[in-house]
């Protein structure tokens, strides 16, 4: 039986050989790079037609697309991630998180940006002091409930 | 001799007193309103001008001015953030940092996004299943060097 | 300036004083004792005109009401509750955290309760073999965007 | 010798191969779905004729009907859990904790809800403004003892 | 308001002053010294006349009677206590926690001892090899619920 | 090479196939059920007469003999057990550690309840009120040195 | 009422105003440098003819010596300390903590070296390749119990 | 590739075989008890010709000479040792930690002990009221450099 | 598949039975000695060119020179390092943090000094009271951004 | 009785409000930037004459030579820091430890770089692509003792 984790490294493994990005994977089944790359990660579920659909075009066996198309369970390691791309994110919610807060309630009142009706974009943007990246989040208002 | 935490305080009171809203501070002294609010909760230094200028307007000590200035020391209590509206994105760090370091490097090279020379928008957008927010990170691509 | 700490301890000690329960307290102002209780512990916000209305028949000072209909920021100090009757709310949902998950998304799909458009009511159910507590929760179910 | 572990991966097998949902699953041997669930998950030891039966019905080696019927070591690896589905009860208990023992002794003394003379429903309640999730736990009051 | 906190310092003030014995304090109202001294450490809260009666014979202000009858919130500060006389309670857990639930479960089925309708006592017992300490801990057995 | 973790297996899996209590096991070697308990879990050792015994009782390699006779280096997993039948003696610690202290210095000295010279029996107690679990431990006191 | 630590600083205020060593303080109440000086930081206590005697030689309010000879908590903040002159022993017992068992169980049997029934001496010894510090610790050895 | 694990295995099992202590083992290679075991252990490295020996002596294969001669990485799991014979000396640094620290410094200056220059010897010593454990340490006293 | 830590164990086998220096791997494909160390134990990404020359030149598998270009994800186990001579590098950050936080900044402004585009040396200096380590870090300041 | 911290306090608002670096303070006691600023920060011991220097000219209170020129202890408050300019160099421990290891070890042989016997420089230096911080650190090589 495949899990998650074994469907990754087929993913990375195929990746590798027929030198695919991210990109193209994600194009190929016309989903969004984020999704696409993080549900290959085995974070995220991809809808079944879409999880065949992947597992066909890199040629990995059909039990693949059915793993894809399961309802994960999201878990990492350690709360301060140590890979600096990664711990760089985590130092912002440190350092922006009550700022994040006090406009989110500023602008919308008593309540949270979700992390489940979400959805995020990564770009690369050129400019003469240097490239950047542009990292854009966007979640679903929820506020709330009193009773 | 006010410290960064005492400065913080007396914005909050002044805030409540005067009914005044975030955007309307960072309005007052022409900066964004994600940046302002981190100074005035003593995660950034304004620049000199701007930090007198906020302590007029707000009416703090003419010292309120030169601790908004100083330099932070940036201090968080704890790993995991409790309050949900902040969680959400410690979660988000979770469940798509790798994702974001696959996509950052697939899209630059090997290297990081910059939380230093970093800028962030918080925005409210309307939708018709439910307003939703938007947070737009940029930072500058920083290459790993090689020697 | 008044914190939501500082109110905390004027309730419990007028509570204490007055000789009243979390049920009458929350009766007169007509909302739900979960509720109102987990506003004066700090953990939610009230309606502005039931805050007001709180802080009178409680005979609080004004500023009181203000406070009580800010917005709060949730905080808890360690990850492993101590109290024993918190803790076993711990164990339960270390118990059966897998479990509820398996069966929120075998009957809704990929996605969550939600615990912010969330309710919860606390009862005493008489029985034979000793009485019963029951906490009944309802969230609403989020699904996870595929974008 | 079969463990607690290995039956778990059977279960989920057979469950996937047979396209079985756990509330089949428990309707098979007349129990309910929180409980059968978290015992298939090794969280529970189920009564052995139950265990046979549950066996039997899904295919599996006998020697997984002795195994079910053992009585587990209840184990988790992380205090706060990193699942969003998960972790949104953990939540829960950091913000409504102390707002359950206030009202748990209010009503009834210094005491307790017991979590092993307990039970647990899950049910998806449709409503116009979106479909919720109820949890509604039950569990024998227990009174601290002066001696 | 007295906290549970303060009243501990006064009985450990009056206890000095007076040279009382925890076994004497006990005496005095009646019940336990196991009991008697959580009570005073904040740990337990005694029945309002006992409770009443001890501030009486301590010379305490009235209202420590109150706080002593009041529903404690149990906490403690590390999970692995310093102190060596408590650490090897710590210790003995560790080694033999296992072992406790092999013969617990053996002897009565699926299910724990409780720790909430529970009594302990502490006595010492003469013998030629150097005196022993013997605890002895009573709780009532309770079986896991099937449903 | 057999470790302590592979006889323990072996136990359990003869225990099982055998039929056999812990009770039964350490009548046949002549020791109590709590140390032939701990010693099979790998957390104490048995004199080298008595763990031959075991061993040829049990049909174990000659070799499980010599293993069950080594010192053990007790160890464990996490300072908070989660099996709720151990997490109990641990809230025991938890809120009864101080209490032990006071009153094992008040009846004897500086010191402490040794954890090394030291024995413990489990027993079942019948109770109109429900059965009841009696944990006795016995550990010679130990006083500070003072030099 | 003095506590420990009131003690400790009153110590710490009369020792540097006069001058004083840990040295001249212990030989002043005829007991070692180890055990009085650890006395006075509050993690020992003195016999009670003894802690009166440096309560008078140094100054101190009667009650201090009081306070030297209550049994004290003992209590430290971190589990790794960070002073670099005390992290080198934490280094020590983590390189060395299975050598020290290995050995000691090897010239003694199935047991440890007692922390309680203990004392230790700290010294200079001059060497021509630089001066050494040499500690000495002696503790009773004591057998585990088999019952 | 043997590991330093690997060959802590082999001299384990080659010791148990032939009945052999450490002490002979340190003799036959003319070094110290501790430090050889340290060695073995994989805490520290034997010059290349005792490593060699050793490996001859034990008759281990030739390869295990040079890893005993290998510089170890020494690494530890747990800040906690959980084993009661290696807990006692952590709890002696953490009772004595500070007064090491002050008589290190008053009779030295400001400095430490070294544990990288650094010997350490146990021995049982007899005595009437029963035998004790000595350890003896000694480090080179290390100046903090000023500049 | 290889990974980043297969690579490590080949080169270190490779090195150990050629009795290579990692300086003279460095050499081999002339980069730094830091760098490539870092690189071969999966720290850090050698260019593609290089990455090959080393594998041939250690007679590596083709895949290795794949696997040393790939960009890795940094990683490490513990906090607070284990091994002495690791450790004293995380106590010089714990000593001197603040020091080297409040130099950078008064020499530069408010900023860090980056991590990224970053190098280092390490070198053995010759010295008449016992030879030094020299170990030079530089790296790119980056002034915060203000906007 | 002046503290470490009430000195730090001290020096810090002498220096706001003299307007003087840490460099000219260093100079002005003839000692270099990084010794004297951890002096300061409470993490170093002057010198008794350059410590009453210092309390000279920058106008403190005698006793603050005194408190300058004590041992102090040495802590800090987490081992992973938040500020962003401390965390690179914890990063950078994390990320070239055990290179830093592998490089001492090969220059050297089995020993580590001491922290007890060590400077630090802090520089910038000008670079037409952005100035770039040094900082170097030097130690004296210790060698492991083998007994």
């Given at each position: 039986m495949l899990s998650k984790k074994d469907v990754t490294e087929l993913v990375y493994e195929r990746k590798r050989q027929a030198g695919l990005s991210w990109a193209s994977i994600a194009d190929g089944i016309g989903m969004s790079e984020v999704f696409?790359?993080?549900?290959?990660?085995?974070?995220?579920?991809?809808?079944?037609?879409?999880?065949?659909?992947?597992?066909?075009?890199?040629?990995?066996?059909?039990?693949?697309?059915?793993?894809?198309a399961e309802y994960p369970t999201k878990t990492w390691n350690r709360d301060v991630p140590t890979d600096p791309c990664v711990y760089r994110f985590h130092e912002i919610v440190g350092v922006y998180g009550d700022t994040l807060k006090e406009l989110i309630q500023e602008k919308c009142g008593n309540g949270i940006m979700s992390a489940i009706d979400f959805d995020m974009r990564v770009e690369r943007v050129a400019s003469p002091k240097g490239d950047r990246i542009e990292v854009s989040m966007s979640g679903k208002y929820l506020a709330y409930n009193a009773w």
């Open positions: 696409v790359t993080s549900a290959c990660l085995g974070m995220n579920a991809l809808p079944r037609d879409k999880a065949d659909l992947l597992a066909t075009q890199l040629g990995l066996p059909q039990e693949a697309g059915v793993v894809l």
